[in-house]
């Protein structure tokens, strides 16, 4: 299924079989600020494991799941953060950045990798916030293209066509062309970059 909505100004009503699917433990491709993504309720085990069959990241794997929150209030809630890491986030949030954080009892056993980090993005994205704000609770995403492979231009049709077998809905926003974050690895006040992306590295 195929729910078409305006980038720039989404109307509430039309975000409601996205919402419906996630409430019902089931996997979305959204827009977000990097290009495509797969998404899913933070609340649900069923999604959690789904999502992480399509991105090929098993519970073992180094690398962590991602959520999106909507400001830098709720980061408090799933990850810790020290005073001078918080400082520099309200520079740079919302924005292309993916922090990876030492994960708090908030966040589900399932989403942490073997280190217990987790992954949290503050997009800026109209439909994105949106999202998070109607579900009631953060929405676990992981990019429908990696890192890895060759950018192609993200065709919503293309990709409903690809992965009607594994999602309920795509959210057309128009074709994307994928710009990976810019991923920090933050903790005891200290950064680590992971990969360069969009978001401009902290001086």
Excluded at 43 to 56: A, Q, Y
Excluded at 79 to 104: E, I, K, N, Q
Excluded at 181 to 201: A, F, P
Aim: aromatic content about 4%; hydrophobic content about 35%.
């Amino acid at each position: 299924m195929i729910v078409h909505i305006d980038a720039e100004r989404p109307a509430p009503r039309k975000l409601d079989p996205v919402l419906q699917a996630l409430r019902r433990d089931q996997v979305v491709i959204y827009p977000t600020d990097t290009g495509y993504a797969f998404g899913c309720a933070l609340s649900s085990p069923k999604g959690i494991t789904r999502l992480r069959k399509l991105k090929g990241i098993d519970a073992k794997h180094p690398k962590p799941l991602t959520m999106m929150v909507n400001d830098i209030a709720h980061i408090a809630r799933y990850a810790h953060m020290g005073t001078s890491l918080y400082r520099m986030m309200r520079r740079m949030l919302p924005g292309p950045y993916t922090l990876v954080l030492r994960a708090t009892s908030d966040t589900p056993r399932t989403m942490h990798n073997r280190n217990h980090e987790v992954g949290i993005r503050v997009p800026a994205h109209p439909v994105c916030q949106m999202l998070v704000d109607l579900l009631g609770e953060p929405l676990l995403t992981g990019s429908v293209t990696s890192a890895e492979e060759d950018f192609e231009l993200e065709e919503p049709d293309v990709l409903e066509h690809r992965y009607s077998r594994d999602v309920a809905v795509v959210i057309n926003a128009g074709p994307l062309w994928p710009d990976p974050s810019t991923v920090l690895r933050m903790t005891d006040d200290e950064m680590e970059i992971l990969r360069e992306g969009q978001g401009e590295l902290p001086s």
